[in-house]
């Protein structure tokens, strides 16, 4: 061995040297994402508990038992729920605060700013928490809400299943606006001011200048926030466990929640049914990416 | 003073901006300062929505220590979290930046196909990994200890993007000038490379620790001895009793949370970095 490398020449150390800087990375996301995904997709065509676990007969039996699961389907339904209301609100929401901030003649931008990422400085469970104590029965928002005269007596936010939904909504979007605006905010600080100067000498309005100019240049960061976006909400777990624990009777639960519960929340779990479920979420994530993949490739 | 004038006629017209950017920034910082609060008050008080500061800090504070099992109380679940996250940054720095810096300044088509390969599994979502991970971390025996924890997440295709797009700006000469003064790969990486670099690490890092602060499915998942639980998941247990003492987990968030938001404003400006670092 010693004397082979000895013998490697000047390139071909270089070559070997290249290819070993990339080998753990590369090795550990074979193993811990690849392989993982492999075997979920061999064991959605298998069925039993633990040591029992046989091939299906028929193989899709675990495809076709998710038809008529309707707590899943109510999963998917609440997940792509949040996934419409929740993602268009938050990242308009966040392209407009990053417009308003890139103004040169605002003052005060940088305390702005932080106020508005710090959401970001809070962990999910956390904030599933705090929310969770705000919107309580016996919470802030209900003496709130009932002092102004609103609401005549304390109204159960978490335990109604469209008020749950929008609470749920409103956290998100509280976490994640500010997330988003520094994707924007980066955006908009490429785009030259020339660019607006000139848009004001011929008499563009604000709107005018924020649709025809901002937006376009800005394409390639909302397609990449919105399939970031659309990526994470599909992926929701943590606010779904903490702050409703998917409830009522899971009008709130998450895809990810139900496999999550399926798998380990009671006994063991039946792996090779959740497998499957678990590649329902995969295609709809690679759906996503590949439509991504399409729209970004028009970017020249 | 036609431009004393101009320039209040702006901060005029920007009045309803100021309005907007003072209400959201209102929204943003609330649960914040409720979260402070309500760590100050009793449970009663906090249910009241009781928004200025209580006595109660100090029971608060002393329940909070009580709170748990032995083995699995505030001190040992911020150990956990502290030992965890930091061992994951360090291991995924270096893996992903000496990747990194691999695919860049090695590059040629076949790693560029790896490349893209790679970036596929960012679309492998989490939940889809749960039970094969946890197969496999309990054949190596490594359920409830940090190499379970990291192991997972210490190589994504997002943090080597994001050494390799930060690698462009390191020239090929001086590598070459370094060949040519005898200098192995390995150590025109440590030697000329990483200390230039420092911006990225730390960028990097940020991103990495507040990610590795804040996991919970996986965690829950391989950390399923109490005395290996993390400090969110030390609050989530808190939280998912029947009766909640509210001031007391209000405590335990506020703790949670304290290691991230310092975090944030030290270094807030390498966290937006590290956000979008890998999409420039």
């Known amino acids: 061995m010693e004397t082979k490398k000895k013998g490697l020449t000047l390139a071909g150390k270089q070559l070997a040297a290249g290819w070993l800087f990339l080998t753990p990375a590369t090795l550990l996301i074979f193993v811990m994402s690849f392989w993982p995904m492999i075997q979920a997709f061999l064991t959605s065509f298998k069925s039993g508990k633990g040591v029992n676990i046989h091939w299906a007969d028929p193989l899709f039996v675990n495809y076709t038992r998710m038809l008529q699961d309707t707590m899943f389907i109510q999963a998917m339904k609440n997940t792509f729920l949040y996934l419409i209301i929740q993602v268009p609100i938050m990242l308009i929401l966040a392209i407009l605060l990053a417009q308003l901030l890139n ?14 990422f710090l959401p970001c400085a809070t962990s999910l469970v956390s904030y599933s928490l705090i929310f969770k104590s705000m919107f309580a029965t016996q919470g ?70 924020f649709w025809n100019i901002t937006v376009p240049l800005l394409k390639p960061t909302i397609v990449m926030t919105f399939i970031m976006s659309i990526n994470g909400t599909l992926q929701l777990f943590d606010e779904s466990v903490n702050l409703t624990k998917g409830g009522p009777a899971g009008a709130t639960m998450t895809m990810s929640h139900y496999i999550y519960n399926q798998s380990f929340g009671q006994g063991v779990g039946n792996f090779g049914y959740t497998s499957a479920l678990c590649f329902v979420v995969f295609i709809l994530v690679a759906i996503l990416a590949v439509i991504n993949l399409k729209v970004g490739d028009t970017r020249d | 003073m036609t431009k004393k004038k101009n320039r209040s006629m702006i901060q005029r017209r920007l009045i309803p901006t100021y309005i907007f950017l003072i209400f959201w920034a209102f929204i943003s910082v609330f649960p914040f300062y409720w979260m402070i609060t309500a760590a100050t008050n009793n449970t009663v008080d906090v249910a009241r929505g009781v928004i ?15 709170s748990g099992q032995d083995g ?20 995924c720095l270096f893996i992903c930046s000496l990747a990194g810096y691999g695919f860049e300044l090695y590059h040629d088509k076949y790693k560029d196909r790896l490349f893209g390969i790679l970036l596929l599994a960012m679309m492998v979502p989490q939940v889809a990994t749960l039970v094969p991970l946890f197969t496999m971390m309990s054949k190596m025996g490594l359920l409830n200890s940090v190499g379970g924890f990291v192991l997972p997440a210490i190589s994504t295709p997002f943090m080597i993007m994001m050494f390799r797009q930060n690698s462009r ?92 938001m310092i975090i944030f404003f030290v270094l807030q400006k390498q966290f937006a970095e590290g956000i979008t670092g890998a999409v420039k």
Request: glycine share 6%; hydrophobic share 50%; with cysteine.
């Open chain 1, 140 to 209: 802030l928002f209900n003496t709130i809400l009932v002092n102004l005269g609103i609401l005549k007596e304390n109204f159960n936010f978490l335990g109604t299943p469209w008020s749950a939904k929008l609470v749920i909504i409103l956290a998100l979007i509280w976490r994640w606006t500010g997330y988003n605006m520094v994707f924007y905010l980066a955006g908009l600080q490429n785009i030259e001011y020339s660019v607006y100067e000139a848009a004001k000498i011929d008499g563009a309005n604000g709107w005018k200048t």
């Open chain 2, 72 to 91: 699995a109380r505030l001190w040992d679940s911020l150990r956990n979290s502290f030992v965890y996250s930091i061992a994951q940054t360090l291991i």
């Open chain 2, 169 to 260: 700006n390191f020239p090929p000469d001086i590598m070459e000038a370094a060949r040519i003064d005898g200098l192995p790969e390995w150590k025109i990486f440590f030697k000329m490379y990483l200390p230039v670099q420092k911006s990225t690490y730390a960028a990097a890092g940020v991103i990495c620790f507040m990610n590795s602060w804040n996991a919970y499915m996986w965690p829950k998942v391989v950390m399923a001895d109490n005395r290996a639980q993390t400090m969110p998941m030390f609050i989530a247990n808190m939280a998912a009793g029947y009766t909640v003492d509210y001031g007391m987990l209000m405590m335990g968030v506020l703790f949670c949370s304290i290691p991230t």
């Open chain 1, 103 to 116: 103004n040169k003649d605002l003052k005060f931008k940088g305390f702005f700013r932080t106020c508005i």
């Open chain 2, 52 to 66: 200025s500061f209580g006595h109660d800090t100090v029971i608060n504070f002393q329940n909070l220590l009580k």
